[in-house]
Each structure stands twice: as structure tokens, then as C-alpha cells.
């Protein structure tokens, strides 16, 4: 599966946006689809996850409750809501596929995802 992602920019704190992953490729709908995150000179961070169909959802402690992850599998296409977003949420986002193979939770590794959009960029400003 091949991703793209969008819908990064520049906001003030306290601001929202809704990034979104298009998918291509026959997979998408059985695949986990995760984002990860990545500031200069940092390892790329796990920011949430969603199964192929939407039953389990994993989030970084720092983005629960402002973050909220979902997909429409209809439209091949991953998004990720965030919410009263503050400086430390600077970053670029990235989002991940990887086929699934079942469990409770969601790959939190980014070594476990071998399909990876360009990435969008998100400044939040204080």
C-alpha cells in the first residue's frame, strides 16, 4: 500500500487540524494504520494506531484525550483529529501501514511498519 499525507500547517495553541493518509493499494482495509511523529535530531515517535477495522485504538500518553484516530476503509483514507494542540506537538507526521496480524494492540514500533507516507508538517505556534 502506498500512502500520502496531508493536512499539516501552521497554528496557534489551543488550535485543531485533521491530518489524513490516502491510501492506495488493495490492503488498506486489512491493514493497522498508525502515525508517527519525528522533530529534528529525535527518533520518530508513535502518536496513535487503529486496526483494520476500527475496534482498537492506541494512543501516546502525551496526545490521549486530544488526539483521536479513525478511518473510513470505503474512501482507502486514515485520519488522525487533533485537538488543543500546544508547541510540543511541532513536528512532522508521518503515516504508517503494516498488515495485521491480529492481537489487542497496536504496533507501537516503527520498525514494525514497512510502508510509510512523505510525511506533512505541523508548527504550532505559542
Known amino acids: 500500500v502506498q500512502l500520502q499525507a496531508s493536512g499539516g500547517g501552521l497554528v496557534q495553541t489551543g488550535d485543531s487540524l485533521r491530518l489524513s493518509c490516502a491510501a492506495s493499494?488493495?490492503?488498506?482495509?486489512?491493514?493497522?494504520i498508525a502515525w508517527f511523529r519525528q522533530t529534528q535530531g529525535k527518533e520518530r515517535e508513535f502518536v496513535a494506531g487503529i486496526s483494520p477495522q476500527g475496534y482498537i485504538r492506541n494512543y501516546a500518553d502525551s496526545v490521549k484525550g486530544r488526539f483521536t484516530i479513525s478511518r473510513d476503509n470505503a474512501k482507502n483514507t486514515g485520519y488522525l483529529q487533533m485537538n488543543s494542540l500546544n508547541p510540543e506537538d511541532t513536528a512532522v507526521y508521518y503515516c504508517?501501514?503494516?498488515?495485521?496480524?491480529?492481537?489487542?494492540?497496536?504496533?507501537?514500533?516503527?520498525?514494525?511498519?514497512?510502508?510509510w507516507g512523505q510525511g506533512t508538517e505541523v508548527t504550532v505556534s505559542s
Open positions: 504508517a501501514a503494516k498488515g495485521w496480524t491480529g492481537g489487542t494492540s497496536i504496533y507501537q514500533s516503527r520498525r514494525e511498519y514497512d510502508n
Open positions: 493499494g488493495r490492503t488498506f482495509s486489512s491493514s493497522v
